[in-house]
């Protein structure tokens, strides 16, 4: 049953290596929330998986990332590189790309199997704009860095006020 929600949720964000998607929230838009599969086939074992996107903040007050959590872990954490932190600050009117060299978020103690080009649900709270779930893909385990900037850069970014919103795009 989890293997078709999977397979549902990456058909709802697009099936293929070459789209990725993205969510707005009023002042928020994460672009293409990923993770890398499992390397070894069969391995055993609670394992950390750490997740990847790339967040732009449209608003005109900052805002801070303050904790990951999804119901296929044991725990999560924010992180600055390879260090523990409290939070992740997102200026106003910038980006925060997070990836495989830099900021990122782990997931602690998953045991289920990550198979190339399904979906997980992954709860990301926000200082200001509160808890908000996204759809991660897991991205095959050979990929290097699938980060996709986004449709919208901060420059361009419009300053309207509009409810979450589900964005399919191609890169």
Excluded at 6 to 24: D, M
Excluded at 117 to 131: C, M, N
Aim: aromatic share 6%; glycine share 8%.
């Amino acid at each position: 049953m989890r293997r078709f929600l999977c397979l549902a949720a990456v058909l709802a964000i697009g099936s293929t290596a070459g789209f990725a998607h993205e969510i707005k929230l009023e002042q928020l838009q994460l672009v293409h929330p990923w993770a890398r599969g499992q390397a070894a086939p069969g391995a055993t074992g609670p394992r950390d998986v750490n997740v990847y996107m790339t967040v732009f903040n449209r608003g005109a007050y900052a805002d801070r990332l303050i904790a990951v959590s999804s119901p296929l872990s044991a725990g999560g954490e924010v992180r600055d590189g390879a260090r523990v932190a409290e939070a992740l600050a997102l200026e106003a009117k910038s980006s925060l790309k997070m990836g495989i060299d830099g900021p990122h978020l782990v997931l602690r103690g998953v045991t289920d199997d990550l198979a190339g080009y399904e979906a997980f649900p992954v709860w990301l709270t926000f200082e200001r704009a509160g808890r908000v779930e996204v759809a991660v893909v897991v991205e095959d385990a050979a990929a290097k860095d699938p980060t996709c900037s986004g449709s919208l850069m901060p420059s361009e970014m419009p300053h309207e006020n509009a409810k979450a919103d589900h964005d399919h795009h191609t890169h």
